[in-house]
């Protein structure tokens, strides 16, 4: 089956402990993302990626990193430094990067920092 | 990016067509209007998008305006696995910016 996994569905982490989220596809996909939502928001853009080897910050890309050394990776670190880290972490590909390409979202993982 | 205005929730019985509006009176030329839908704590899923045209998929229809102002997404057939939080996104960058959404509830 081609999709977006993402594992593990709940991880839970003592405050100060970097975590690292996993998001991999198997939809030959260029453009990877990486959105967090908290409860009854929308999504935010933490980090995307348009191309092995190349990344971009979002707009809350603070206290994250990210790395892309394949093509269907793409690993989210949450760092000690990110001040509020518990909320539901979503992944998502595209063909291509840009509006004209609808992106594809993984399951999530739900992350609680105490 | 655009802004949206959706009604917060609607009702729709099962088996009737569901009509959902967005009103993106701020659009811009190169903006895409994006339609996904969110089933709790599950990623987003797409439904379909365009520009200018109407357009047509498995899944619903988009109607947009002719002067790109508002669209409405419309699901034919409802059924109870549609009920969901459905999200209108006008796009022109990398980033979806979900907003509030409508709440659809698909009733017997």
């Known amino acids: 089956d081609g999709g977006i996994t993402q594992s593990p569905k709940y991880l839970f982490r003592k405050e100060g402990q970097n975590v690292t989220l996993s998001c991999e596809q198997n939809l030959n996909h260029d453009a990877m993302y990486w959105y967090r939502q908290d409860p009854g928001q929308g999504l935010r853009l933490i980090y995307y990626s348009q191309i092995v080897n190349d990344f971009q910050k979002g707009d809350i890309a603070e206290g994250y990193s990210v790395s892309r050394e394949k093509k269907e990776s793409f690993p989210l670190t949450v760092t000690s430094a990110q001040k509020n880290p518990t909320a539901f972490y979503l992944c998502a590909s595209s063909i291509g990067s840009g509006p004209l390409y609808e992106q594809y979202f993984g399951p999530g993982t739900r992350l609680t920092v105490t | ?108």
């Not at chain 2, 729709?12 to 704590?41: D, F, K, M």
């Not at chain 2, 357009?55 to 969901?84: V, W």
């Open chain 2, 1 to 108: 990016d655009a802004k949206t205005t959706q009604p917060p929730s609607m009702d729709c019985a099962e088996g009737r067509a569901a009509n959902l509006p967005c009103n993106h009176s701020t659009i811009s030329g190169n903006e895409y209007v994006y339609w996904y839908r969110q089933i709790h704590s599950q990623g987003p899923q797409y439904i379909i998008h365009g520009l200018k045209n109407n357009e047509t998929n498995e899944m619903a229809s988009l109607i947009i305006t002719e002067d790109r102002k508002s669209s409405t997404l419309i699901l034919p057939h409802a059924t109870l696995r549609d009920t969901a939080v459905y999200y209108c996104i006008p796009n022109s960058g990398y980033a979806l910016n979900f907003g509030k959404g409508t709440s659809l509830l698909v009733t017997p």
